[in-house]
Structures are given as C-alpha cells and as structure tokens.
C-alpha cells in the first residue's frame, strides 16, 4: 500500500496511542516531560543502534561524536528543546515538525520508519483500521492522555483567567475609589481648612516665648539681698530694688574677702605677693584683687617686694633680704560693719 505522508504522520502518532496504553510500553513516555524523554532517547539507543536511523538522530541531535556514536549528543541536548515534542505528545500541539514525528518513530521503533516519498509498504489489520479510522480510531484508547492534557492545559487556562479576573478586580477597584489627599480627608472629617505652618515663623515665635517668660522670671523672682554697693571700705548686701547709683550684682566671694586695708600697720612683709594696692602716690591697699570698687574700669596690683619697702620698709630690711611666705595670707583687723 502506498502510503502518503500525512498518513504516515496519522499512523505513527496513533500506534504510540495505543502502545501507551499497554503495561509493557515504557514510563518515560507515558507522562512524557524534555527529561524524561531524553532519558528515553539515550536508552533506546544503547539498546537498539541502527544506522538507519542516524538520519533522523543527526537531523534532531546535530552530528554526532569523533566515534560516530550519538549518546554524548543525546546527553548533552537542552531538555528544553524537547518542550515541542513533549507538548505533541500530550496532544497540547495538533501538529509538529517532521523530525519530531520521526524522532517519535524511532522511540516506538515504527516498523515503517523513516518516511520516504512514494513509500510502498505492507500494513497490518490494525494499521488499515487507525487509517480508515477518519481520526476516531485511536481516540478512544488515548482519552486518558489527552484528558490528562485538557487538564492540565485547563489548570493552567484557569489559573490565567484567575489572575486576569483579580487584576481586572484590582484596576475597578482603583477606578471606582478615587483617590484623596489625607489633608482633604482630615479637612472633610474636621470641618476646618487644614492650615501650614512655617518653620522659620514657629521658631521665632518659640524665641519670644521664651524672652518674655524670662524677663517675667526676672521681674517677679525675689531679688531682696541680691545686689550690693561700696560702702568705702567693704561691700555692703542690699537690695536690688533700692535706690542706689553704686550697687553691683552680689558676688559672695567679694562680699566676705574683700576689704580696704585701713589700719595700714597691719601690713608686714609677709603681705607682699597677697595684698593689692590702688594708685602711684596715694596708694590704697585692699585684701584680694579684681577690679577697683569705685574705679571699675582700672584693675588692682599686687603688692610687690619693691613697693612694700617703698612704702613700710627700711634700709636694714633691705640689706637682711628676708624672705617672705607669698603663700601665707595676713590677718586683717578690720571687721565688717
């Protein structure tokens, strides 16, 4: 019998129906997936080489090793090219190239492979059956795989549509509720325009806040005992608020220390290096130092050796060049009034 070319490709894909069926055909083409048919592919070839079939391996695995041997091709081949032979095979595709068609001859070992133009050959009651089947022969035998196909192919149809129906869902959803600024929110909820306020007006207002509170501290604080004045020769405590042209902020240390020496006996050479004096001629001398009482723009000196024979000492003194404790302070006799 003559046998065309789409007869041929119907009677290869059928055969491999109706073996898929039976116990004895192989696992790794029963639920075939790119690994589980290369793994096919290298063992039918170390099972059963045949040169006839180097055509149809070299047109789908590329030329083949130094040796002349396919299997370093065939292990080396992308599973993912097996993806349109595998899809053919569970009935995802209705149609496929012819060396994928040869290559699933080769797999089944097809008694009539490869193909060949004008091809006579001698077919069995079951072959005439599948061709005069007008495609319903066969159908039966595979409505597991292709069952087992529509499913998954409809897992997958259905999960599309699912994500497709959500973001469709998400994009109305977005549509519908338009979007509003939380200022304009909390202006609808409040009744009240919302009102922006500048830093720089915030920190100057702060800063006044500030000024006036101190100044009012200042004011009303009690500052009885908290001012001071010169009464010649010590400080003497007032208050701030009496009427006095001469008083000074009090300083506890001044008010107890410093005093003007009035009884200038009490001034022996162990003063030098601690008292401190005022003037070129009419000296004033004073306990501590700091700032004239009366002249406060001009500083006291410290009294030194040279002054204090100037002033208190004699030539025997000089000539005796006693030594003197600068470290020890004198005793002064005048008390505070």
């Given at each position: 019998m003559r046998l065309t070319h789409p007869a041929y490709i119907k009677l290869v894909?059928?055969?491999?129906?109706?073996?898929?069926?039976?116990?004895?055909?192989?696992?790794?083409l029963k639920q075939p997936t790119p690994a589980s048919i290369r793994?096919?592919?290298?063992?039918?070839?170390?099972?059963?080489?045949?040169?006839?079939?180097?055509?149809?391996?070299?047109?789908?695995?590329?030329?083949?090793?130094?040796n002349g041997s396919f299997l370093t091709p065939i292990e080396n081949f992308p599973t993912e090219k097996f993806k349109a032979f595998s899809n053919y095979l569970k009935g995802i595709a209705l149609s496929?190239?012819?060396k994928n068609v040869e290559l699933l001859a080769w797999l089944i070992d097809f008694p009539h492979r490869p193909y060949r133009y004008g091809m006579d050959v001698i077919l069995s009651e079951k072959e005439k059956a599948i061709l005069?089947?007008?495609?319903k022969v066969g159908e039966k035998v595979s409505q597991e795989m292709e069952a087992a196909a529509d499913d998954k192919s409809d897992d997958i149809l259905g999960q599309s549509?699912?994500?497709?129906?959500?973001?469709?869902?998400?994009?109305?959803?977005?549509?519908?509720?338009?979007?509003?600024?939380?200022?304009?929110?909390?202006?609808?909820?409040?009744?009240?325009?919302?009102?922006?306020?500048?830093?720089?007006?915030?920190?100057?207002?702060?800063?006044?806040?500030?000024?006036?509170?101190?100044?009012?501290?200042?004011?009303?604080?009690?500052?009885?005992?908290?001012?001071?004045?010169w009464t010649g020769d010590h400080y003497e405590r007032i208050d701030c608020d009496e009427d006095n042209n001469d008083k000074v902020l009090f300083n506890e240390e001044r008010w107890k220390n410093f005093r003007?020496?009035?009884?200038?006996?009490?001034?022996?050479?162990?003063?030098?290096?601690?008292?401190?004096?005022f003037g070129n001629k009419n000296r004033e001398f004073f306990t501590s130092g700091g700032k004239h009482p009366i002249e406060t723009t001009r500083h006291l000196r410290v009294m030194t050796r040279y002054i204090w024979e100037k002033e208190f000492g004699s030539k025997d003194s000089v000539k005796n060049n006693t030594s003197v404790d600068h470290n020890q302070t004198i005793q002064l006799t005048n008390t505070q009034k």
């Amino acid at each position: 019998m003559r046998l065309t070319h789409p007869a041929y490709i119907k009677l290869v894909f059928r055969t491999y129906q109706l073996l898929r069926s039976t116990p004895e055909f192989s696992p790794a083409l029963k639920q075939p997936t790119p690994a589980s048919i290369r793994k096919e592919c290298l063992t039918v070839y170390k099972e059963r080489p045949d040169r006839k079939d180097e055509p149809v391996l070299r047109s789908f695995f590329g030329p083949a090793a130094a040796n002349g041997s396919f299997l370093t091709p065939i292990e080396n081949f992308p599973t993912e090219k097996f993806k349109a032979f595998s899809n053919y095979l569970k009935g995802i595709a209705l149609s496929t190239e012819d060396k994928n068609v040869e290559l699933l001859a080769w797999l089944i070992d097809f008694p009539h492979r490869p193909y060949r133009y004008g091809m006579d050959v001698i077919l069995s009651e079951k072959e005439k059956a599948i061709l005069n089947s007008d495609d319903k022969v066969g159908e039966k035998v595979s409505q597991e795989m292709e069952a087992a196909a529509d499913d998954k192919s409809d897992d997958i149809l259905g999960q599309s549509q699912r994500n497709e129906l959500e973001n469709n869902i998400a994009i109305t959803t977005h549509e519908q509720v338009p979007v509003v600024p939380i200022n304009a929110v909390s202006e609808k909820r409040t009744g009240k325009k919302s009102v922006t306020i500048d830093k720089r007006w915030l920190i100057i207002g702060v800063a006044l806040f500030v000024s006036i509170f101190s100044i009012g501290i200042y004011w009303f604080y009690d500052k009885s005992g908290n001012c001071m004045y010169w009464t010649g020769d010590h400080y003497e405590r007032i208050d701030c608020d009496e009427d006095n042209n001469d008083k000074v902020l009090f300083n506890e240390e001044r008010w107890k220390n410093f005093r003007k020496i009035t009884d200038l006996s009490t001034i022996t050479e162990k003063s030098i290096g601690v008292v401190h004096y005022f003037g070129n001629k009419n000296r004033e001398f004073f306990t501590s130092g700091g700032k004239h009482p009366i002249e406060t723009t001009r500083h006291l000196r410290v009294m030194t050796r040279y002054i204090w024979e100037k002033e208190f000492g004699s030539k025997d003194s000089v000539k005796n060049n006693t030594s003197v404790d600068h470290n020890q302070t004198i005793q002064l006799t005048n008390t505070q009034k």
